[in-house]
């Protein structure tokens, strides 16, 4: 009788560890659903850096445009060479946020990777864990009986 109770024991721990893999599997989903959002928020962000620094471009020009026309120089040499320095700057800073922003999204991408293969392994784990309690108890009533 106690050798049955035993073995009905080692069945439950087992499927209380089961139950235990499949919750933090849950738990590493969810974590991952969440670093895929702010992935994308982090796209998103790195798209408004980019507008940003094409609108203040965009306003350095007109701005410098109109103080060299008042000038009566809006045909000059300088002010092309000025126009060409403006966007190569700009080009510069597209180029750097551009990558920081791939570098962050790829970043998240991996942390969102080795979330779901930890939800993975635990479940693995679990189920490792659960056929050697059974196997266990299936010996130790094996044994007494």
Known sequence: MFQALGFIGSILSASATIAQGQEIKRQKEAEAAQIEQERFQRKIQTMEAHNDILDQLEDAEEANESLFGFMNRDDDRS????KES????????LRRVGFKGLAEREQLRLRKLSALRAGESAVRTANLQAASTVFS?????YKNS
């Open 79 to 82: 002010l092309s060479a000025f």
């Open 86 to 93: 403006q966007r190569d700057l700009a080009s510069s800073d």
């Open 137 to 141: 108890g299936a010996m130790d009533y």
